[in-house]
């Protein structure tokens, strides 16, 4: 499995940005399909963003779509997640993951960042 620790989650006033980092080691990152999950409490962990291991394609959950972008860095090995007008529904555990192309699921994660937004 592949190493994945996060950073950059915090606490901002509705409106405001933030962007996550996931920095990733023990594996090939130009092989692997990078993901941002969130998880807010009593819901079920949604995938948010993912990125294809080139960076051409990525998805985005439509309630965040002109929002958030996904972007990686793979010289650096990083993945990013800038999130923009946030709002309180963006509150929530935000969580790296990553998969092989070709693997149905991700099977790497990271720790999880806190994402707080206030009204």
């Known amino acids: 499995q592949v190493r994945l620790v996060e950073s950059g989650g915090g606490a901002v006033q509705a409106g405001g940005s933030l962007r996550l980092s996931c920095v990733a080691s023990?594996?090939?990152?130009?092989?692997?399909?990078m993901g941002w999950f969130r998880q807010a409490p009593g819901k079920e962990r949604e995938l948010v963003a993912a990125?294809?291991?080139?960076?051409?394609?990525?998805y985005y959950k439509d309630s965040v779509k002109g929002r958030f972008t996904i972007s990686r860095n793979n010289p650096q090995n990083t993945v990013y997640l800038q999130l923009y007008s946030l709002e309180p529904e963006d509150t929530a555990a935000y969580y790296c993951?990553?998969?092989?192309?070709?693997?149905?699921?991700?099977?790497?994660w990271g720790q999880g960042t806190q994402v707080t937004v206030s009204s």
């Open positions: 990125i294809d291991p080139m960076g051409r394609n990525s």
């Open positions: 023990g594996g090939t990152f130009t092989l692997l399909t």
């Open positions: 993951a990553a998969k092989f192309r070709g693997e149905v699921q991700y099977d790497s």
